[in-house]
């Protein structure tokens, strides 16, 4: 690893199988493209990972060819161990939802929101909140969200709540952070994000730690239309555990590099890190085409904050640029982006996986 400004190198590294009568070694990539691919290109996609024999999920989603009609609410299942993948119940929505989150609490998957897009191009946040089954492929509507918000990071606590921070709602990014009890379907509202509210950015949790970086704000009206602007900032959320409604939130220095929108992202609570791969350098709308008129392009880079140095360290590169995720998911010592867009906006049903030394 390395850390940003210079303070150490450790590298992004392969793992080596050794036997233990000396044979050969032999040699894994830092990051590669998985074994197998989604059923059909997908993007803006909500992932999560579940089951005791890791099964990889996508839920909802925009199709290859871009336009409101390729909204989706299919969801795949891809099995690590048999790397296959097939086609599950789809999302129970009446039309497909973008931009919609998908979190793993207790063996069920919470899949929160999205929004729907109109032949007219209006787009509409949508309310709804399922629980996803794996052992029986069905899902429960559960209470709705209090603010319907998409775009917005999802992060699970102590196996039981589950944080929405900020996002987009009908209108107008919102502050609010939003909080889910698994265990009694209620909710209630956590301290407030303090940062401009944004859509589009990326988070992770790890302990009683969360931190939300990038995203797009709104910088007012330019001829009647709004005007979205790519927010360089970062914040740190610490939690009390005795109540997860009190966040204590400070900002920390923005990473370096410029802020990218739609990036994968996770906690690793072994690790102490809050991980981020990919992402786009230029605010798009769903077509990857950016608001500004430019297309954005994909980073392929992999870096992670330090939760104990209050850092950012550079981690490697993915095996290829990537943009427009919902979520990045770990199985193992591997962690896998499902989807997404290439360097030509193109939709893709490739996944990809990448390690970290330890």
């Known amino acids: 690893m390395k850390i940003l400004g210079g303070k150490y190198l450790a590298g992004l590294c392969s793992l080596l199988a050794v036997s233990a009568c000396g044979q050969e070694t032999a040699k894994q990539p830092l990051s590669a493209t998985a074994e197998f691919i989604l059923p059909v290109p997908m993007t ?4 999560a990972v579940a089951g005791e024999n890791p099964v990889l999920y996508s839920f909802n989603g925009l199709k290859s060819g871009k336009t409101w009609k390729d909204a989706s609410r299919a969801a795949f299942a891809c099995a690590i161990n048999t790397k296959t993948c097939e086609e599950i119940a789809p999302v129970p929505v009446s039309e497909g939802r973008l931009a919609s989150a998908a979190v793993t609490v207790a063996g069920k998957i919470y899949i929160f929101g999205g929004y729907s897009v109109a032949e007219n191009g209006d787009e509409v946040s949508t309310p709804e ?9 069905n899902y429960t509507r559960l209470s709705d969200m209090p603010t ?3 775009d917005m990071v999802a992060l699970p606590y102590q196996d039981r709540y589950i944080y929405l921070v900020s996002g987009w709602h009908d209108e107008g990014n919102v502050a609010v952070v939003q909080l889910y009890d698994t265990q009694s379907d209620t909710w209630s509202m956590a301290s407030e994000f303090p940062g401009k509210p944004v859509f589009g950015h990326a988070g992770g949790i790890a302990g009683n730690s969360m931190v939300i970086t990038d995203g797009v704000a709104v910088a007012g009206l330019v001829n009647g239309r709004r005007k979205f602007v ?17 966040i204590t939130w400070r900002a920390v220095e923005a990473h370096p590099g410029g802020p990218l929108y739609r990036m994968a992202a996770m906690g690793d609570e072994d690790r102490g890190l809050i991980l981020f791969a990919g992402g786009g350098d230029n605010p798009y709308n769903y077509d990857g085409i950016g608001f500004d008129g430019v297309p954005a392009s994909p ?36 962690y896998y982006i ?21």
């Open 44 to 47: 803006n996609n909500a992932v």
């Open 129 to 137: 909140l399922f629980a996803y089954d794996p052992l029986t492929d």
């Open 148 to 150: 319907p918000v998409d």
């Open 230 to 246: 790519a927010a360089p900032f970062a914040w740190r959320g610490d939690i009390d555990p005795a109540d997860p409604a009190r």
């Open 299 to 334: 980073t392929d880079r992999i870096f992670g904050f330090d939760l104990k140095t209050d850092q950012w360290i550079e981690l490697g590169k993915l095996a290829e640029p990537s943009m427009d995720h919902r979520g990045l998911v770990k199985s193992g010592r591997d």
């Open 338 to 358: 499902m989807g997404g867009m290439n360097a030509d906006q193109a939709v893709t049903a490739r996944i990809m996986k990448f390690r970290i030394d330890d």
